[in-house]
């Protein structure tokens, strides 16, 4: 869907020519007509959206194509990206694309969407990707690879990393990674992962550390991301949010200020609303707190199945 717009784009998984995975739709829910119907010679494995470009990945082939006329810009050649791995910010100003640029280690290509070329291709990590997510502003990629143990933030711009984050000791699948919504920089960063946890990191809270640290002899000797991938306090950890191995995915719908309630909480605390829908039909709200010492506390707001929800469960939002 093209943001809270009657616009959508879909994408059939049938044998017949109407739903076929080759075919892409663009359909108003207002009318209930189709638009404008876009085929293609193998299958659609994610399709991408916002104000003024429309994104189609294949497994070898990644398209772009101007949303308001649907003539074709440009035509990427990807290697073989069989699970439609990609980002796309919705931002005009830092309107990138991210895809997978190798099949033997982490490396991410950047394209520049608005102005049609590739912008920078960073080496994230020794092994394959595994979820990508751009910042809402397009000034932050983050990246796990297929150990899952290491998340990466890496500044676009520069293509330089600016933090790196420890999920886990074992190895475990990172199924989706999720920026907080913010203009600057993200407070926070959402990851979901086959071991039924779910895991929060505070960039905000690492900002101010950072701070601090370079103020010291010893915090400007120490590189900064010896002291992110192995520092505790940037990670919140809810655990069985899921079973074990059910994909999921999860998203931070809202961040709220709550001010400080003693003249010792100067700093106050944040309070983030969680969306996470997983593959076997459920649909959970977590509302999360954080104060100014980064502690933090998880209160389940709302589960349902959504194979069996009535309306009245279900809150358009």
């Not at 931070?252 to 001010?259: F, H, L, P, Q, Y």
Request: aromatic content about 8%; overall charge neutral.
């Amino acid at each position: 869907m093209l943001f809270s717009s009657s616009l959508l784009t879909v994408v059939g998984a049938g044998e017949q020519p109407s739903l076929s995975p080759r075919r892409l739709c663009l359909f108003n829910t207002v009318t209930g007509t189709a638009l404008r119907e876009l085929n293609f010679l193998t299958s659609i494995l994610a399709v991408r959206v916002n104000r003024k470009r429309l994104v189609v990945i294949l497994q070898d082939k990644t398209y772009i194509y101007d949303l308001n006329s649907l003539v074709i810009l440009d035509t990427i050649d990807t290697v073989p990206n069989t699970k439609g791995l990609c980002a796309f910010s919705p931002s005009l100003d830092g309107c990138y694309l991210a895809l997978p640029a190798s099949t033997n280690k982490g490396s991410v290509l950047v394209y520049n969407v608005m102005e049609l070329h590739s912008h920078c291709q960073i080496d994230a990590h020794r092994s394959p990707l595994t979820a990508i997510d751009l910042s809402s502003n397009g000034m932050y990629v983050a990246t796990a690879s297929e150990q899952g143990t290491i998340i990466r933030v890496h500044l676009v711009s520069q293509a330089t990393k600016s933090y790196s984050f420890r999920r886990g000791t074992y190895p475990s699948t990172i199924y989706s990674l999720s920026f907080g919504p913010s203009v600057q920089l993200p407070d926070i960063l959402i990851a979901t992962s086959s071991s039924g946890s779910v895991h929060v990191f505070s960039l905000g809270f690492l900002i101010n550390q950072r701070s601090k640290r370079s103020n010291s002899l010893l915090g400007s000797m120490i590189p900064d991301s010896i002291n992110d991938a192995f520092e505790p306090a940037h990670h919140h950890v809810l655990h069985n949010a899921v079973p074990a191995g059910v994909k999921s995915y999860a998203i931070i719908r809202s961040i709220d200020r709550v001010a400080g309630i003693s003249p010792s909480d100067s700093g106050g605390s944040s309070r983030a609303s969680i969306f996470i829908i997983t593959f076997n039909g459920y649909f959970q709200e977590y509302s999360l707190t954080i104060n100014h010492l980064n502690e933090s506390s998880w209160s389940l707001e709302r589960e349902f199945n959504l194979l069996t929800a009535t309306s009245n469960d279900v809150i358009v939002s």
